[in-house]
């Protein structure tokens, strides 16, 4: 037995597809040309992740509009003045707003899966929203003729089927991406919204049966765009305790950018389900400087002395471009880190003779 290691989602994307995607707002070309180069990318960028060994894959979001917002394509029922997230640099984004219901997914993952499998000859990991973040599309003040309630029982409907869509097509595992769990804390910190938003997800997860939880996990992270985060401000301590309340089968958690990873490590030791798997973030996207395999095995050790080996795994701490921002973080810079991820996670395996 080998550690598993796992690439979060985001990378970002060629060049090539960059102008494509300029050109075709700008009436240059048309819809099917934007489509052959998004395709492209896919392609290429799962025979990226191959050729360095990875022994499961993304698409790397190549055609995704945000990690968070691909459902709402084609929606009308939305104004652009919703929830704003602001980050340490200062910058903002800001979600939609639902304006009228019902609520439904315009776009759901399995055709971002089946895109993916067409080149991957490993495991395709699926990235999907978690509940709670599209929870934020509903506006305080309510929808007439559209109470929360109801707005609720649509978005867990519409969550379940995106998450088993991805399962019964075949996903090696389908990660419920839940960013905006630490940053619940910075917005409302007696922690009344994040028990909402665990209470939520759960109401999704329980549809699903035990063995299938065990193919489903949270993924969480202080964000990460444009090289700043929303939440690395919030201390950890607040968050995973409940995190671990989520009724998921494996945890995939950003640790290579806390300033004291021992402090954490003894937290998710404390916490952590008896049945879950546990992947540790070995990778900081917002460090410009490409960790070494040494690094990264030593940080993999570091894990290991505190989590049982046999259920511990690697991964990044987040995306490398999660809202779609490509130039930040150099896709090669990525590629890089990624590598560096997976010859470190192997040299800590060969230590602890695994």
Do not use: W
């Not at 992270?221 to 995190?243: I, M, N, T």
């Not at 008896?274 to 410009?288: H, L, M, S, T, Y």
């Amino acid at each position: 037995m080998s550690l598993p290691t796992e690439p979060i989602g985001s990378i970002p994307r060629p060049t090539q597809l960059l102008n494509g995607i300029r050109d075709h707002a700008a009436g240059k070309i048309d819809d099917d040309a934007l489509a052959e180069l998004y395709d492209t990318a896919v392609r290429e960028t799962i025979a990226q992740l191959e050729s360095l060994g990875s022994p499961v894959v993304t698409d790397g979001e190549q055609s995704k509009p945000s990690f968070a917002t691909y459902p709402l394509a084609g929606l009308s029922n939305l104004s652009p003045d919703g929830a704003v997230i602001p980050f340490a640099d200062g910058h903002t984004r800001q979600l939609p707003r639902l304006t009228a219901g019902p609520f439904r997914y315009g776009t759901v993952t399995a055709p971002y899966l089946r895109t993916a499998q067409k080149y991957a000859t490993v495991p395709v990991k699926q990235p999907v929203i978690a509940a709670s973040a599209l929870s934020l599309l509903y506006p305080a003040d309510g929808i007439d003729g559209y109470p929360r309630e109801q707005f609720l029982a649509d978005l867990i409907d519409n969550a379940e089927a995106d998450i088993r869509g991805a399962l019964d097509g075949g996903a090696h595992s389908v990660q419920l991406d839940f960013t905006e769990g630490r940053l619940s804390l910075k917005l409302d910190p007696s922690g009344g919204l994040l028990d909402s938003f665990v209470e939520l997800n759960n109401r999704v997860l329980d549809r699903f049966t035990s063995e299938e939880r065990q193919r489903i996990g949270v993924h969480t992270c202080p964000g990460s765009d444009q090289d700043s985060p929303h939440s690395l401000d919030v201390d950890y301590a607040q968050l995973l305790p409940k995190l671990f309340g989520i009724r998921a089968g494996r945890f995939y958690v950003q640790l290579a950018s806390e300033s004291d990873p021992d402090r954490v490590l003894s937290i998710i030791a404390a916490h952590l389900p008896p049945d879950a798997e546990i992947f540790v973030g070995v990778i900081d996207p917002i460090d410009p400087a490409v960790e070494t395999p040494d690094r990264v095995r030593d940080r993999v050790l570091a894990a290991a002395r505190y989590l049982p080996a046999d259920r511990l795994g690697t991964c990044d701490d987040c995306g490398f471009s999660p809202f779609g921002d490509d130039v930040s973080t150099s896709r090669d810079t990525a590629f890089a880190k990624i590598r560096a991820r997976i010859e470190g996670t192997a040299a800590a395996a060969a230590t602890l003779g695994m």
